[in-house]
């Protein structure tokens, strides 16, 4: 079988089982399979399949079927300007959540240096992206998942910044080391009563670690909130990803703790996503 052929038989059937994105899909497992870029699958349609190869790929569309995120299967994302290794047990990075990014870097467009925390760092796609940008940012990334701490290190020494990134296993209630310029977080927001009707990608196969909000979806929230009316300077700023439906409640805690609202951010969805907020 050629590749045109496996690609087309492996969208057949990633279609019959409801995945959105059959085809782009099938270029990226085969070219996962060949270990070649996509461009190079597009481009060699005759060439052909060895049975070692092919089975291999008929197996990675048979875990894509059933939901499986494409990024565990090819171990990779793009975010921002880098590509990003993934396992399975680490939230994958999603576009709207380069708003953070991006709204960070034009708040510290003049400043030469700024001492960043990132709690629930991940797979480290949000501080990373920061500090391959800013040469003299300085940042430290928590998280209580084992998986995302030697994922973000696997990241930082891909992306060259690991002399500048501290990393340490802790839940942030227990977190009281130094004073930051800047807190940037994606907590998990998502009601507890809400995950199990998300997309089958997302419920069957992300970590509920870094998607459970707690009842109402605010319950890491206000934990981040309160302890980052400690750790961060005066006149530091915190940097929070919502939920689209949270800006009100999240707004009113961020007020009760002594936070001055400097914006909130939408995403490409022209849902609310990001708040940024002074410490006062």
């Known amino acids: 079988m050629n590749i045109n052929t496996a690609i ?9 089982n409801k995945i959105k ?51 565990y299967l090819i171990g990779k994302k ?24 991006e709204e960070t870097l034009k708040d510290y467009k003049f ?3 700024a001492n960043i ?7 480290g796609c949000i501080l990373l992206s920061i500090l391959k940008e800013k040469p003299f940012f300085y940042g430290i990334g928590i998280d209580i998942s084992s998986k ?38 994606n907590p998990p927001y998502i009601k507890k009563n809400k ?21 109402d979806g605010t319950l890491k929230i206000l934990g981040i909130i309160k302890k980052s009316s400690f750790l961060l300077k005066k006149n530091g700023k915190l940097v929070l990803e919502i939920s689209n439906n949270q800006k009100i409640v999240v707004v009113k805690l961020l007020k009760q703790r002594g936070f001055y609202i400097n914006k ?5 969805a022209q849902n609310d996503r990001c708040i940024i907020c002074t410490k006062i």
Do not use: H
Not at 117 to 123: E, M, P, Q
Not at 160 to 166: D, I, S
Not at 168 to 178: L, Y
Not at 264 to 268: A, C, E, N, Q
């Open 78 to 101: 793009s975010f921002w300007k880098s590509e990003f290794l993934i396992r399975e047990g680490v939230l994958i990075p999603r576009p709207d959540t380069e708003i953070l990014v």
């Open 264 to 268: 909130i951010i939408k995403d490409y």
């Open 148 to 185: 995302s701490i030697d994922l973000s290190r696997d990241n930082a020494r891909k992306l060259g910044v690991k002399n500048r990134l501290k990393l340490i296993k802790t839940n942030v209630d227990n977190f009281c080391f130094g004073k930051y310029d800047l807190i940037i977080t």
């Open 195 to 215: 995950i199990k009707y998300l997309e089958k990608d997302v419920s069957n196969f992300e970590p509920n670690l870094a998607l459970d909000g707690g009842l």
């Open 8 to 16: 087309k038989e492996g969208a057949k059937f990633l279609k019959k």
């Open 21 to 71: 994105s059959p085809d782009l899909d099938s270029e990226l497992l085969l070219s996962k399979v060949l270990k070649k870029k996509r461009e190079y699958v597009m481009l060699n349609s005759n060439e052909l399949l060895d049975d070692e190869n092919f089975k291999y790929y008929y197996d990675l569309i048979k875990q894509r079927s059933f939901g499986k995120p494409i990024a």
């Open 117 to 123: 925390l990132d709690i629930g760092v991940g797979s």
């Open 111 to 113: 400043k030469k240096y």
